[in-house]
């Protein structure tokens, strides 16, 4: 049974702080994606990555992939509080084409000045 | 608009009615998927259409949760004889056909069985 673990589950951050959201999944995948949820709405795509080794950033959060190790990190710099949201890392595991996405349980990113 | 769309918002249930949940996906997106959404928790995929074939339903938790997409656009997802476990919201997302593609989501419909 694929498993997809984030941790942490929860984080309080105070603003301008670093930290790094750990991904891992229990199967043999190169695709996975991070979406962002803020409450009571939709998930967001943030990035999507697609091979060993790929590195994605946009503004404060860069994401990485590496599927030897079957991780995935979620980097935050200097935290803003406009970044509170909750993370979820997904894998695809279909491999051929897009299909059933496995969502970890997410990790609620509380920013406080 | 350019969005997944999805009606109703917000729909409360008596246990034992059936409920119909509608997902009107992006334009020209061939993939649909469904997905159910515990509180505090991931989204757990439910079932997967490719224009109107349903290829995978391998996630719908008992017979009384149905899927179609007739006509492959629109989508709806039925559940019969809800029960209060049914509680959850409902997210449905598109994606245009292929590799590379994120998938859209809609904003949900929240369910209560009451």
């Known amino acids: 049974e694929l498993k997809v673990e984030q941790n942490p589950l929860f984080l309080s951050m105070q603003e301008g702080k670093n930290y790094t959201i750990y991904c891992n999944y229990s199967t043999t995948s190169d695709r996975l994606y991070w979406y962002r949820q803020d409450p009571g709405k939709s998930l967001e795509s943030l990035f999507v990555?697609?091979?060993?080794?790929a590195v994605k950033q946009e503004g404060r959060l860069m994401a990485s992939l590496d599927t030897k190790a079957r991780l995935s990190t979620l980097h935050i710099t200097a935290a803003v509080h406009d970044l509170s949201a909750t993370y979820f890392c997904a894998v695809d595991i279909y491999g051929g084409s897009q299909g059933n996405l496995i969502f970890g349980k997410g990790t609620k990113l509380s920013v406080k000045p | 608009g350019a969005g997944v769309s999805q009606s109703p918002r917000y729909k409360v249930a008596k246990r034992g009615q059936d409920v119909a949940l509608r997902c009107d996906p992006i334009?020209?997106?061939?993939?649909l998927f469904w997905y159910q959404q515990a509180l505090g928790q991931g989204p757990e995929f439910l079932t997967y259409f490719q224009n109107e074939a349903q290829l995978d339903k391998s996630g719908l938790p008992s017979d009384r949760f149905f899927a179609e997409r007739p006509e492959g656009s629109v989508s709806t997802l039925k559940i019969q004889r809800t029960q209060q476990e049914d509680s959850a919201v409902y997210l449905c997302?598109?994606?245009?056909?292929?590799?590379?593609?994120?998938?859209?989501f809609g904003d949900g419909t929240r369910l209560s069985i009451l």
């Open positions: 334009s020209g997106h061939v993939s």
């Open positions: 990555l697609l091979s060993n080794g």
């Open positions: 997302a598109s994606s245009y056909s292929g590799l590379l593609q994120p998938q859209h």
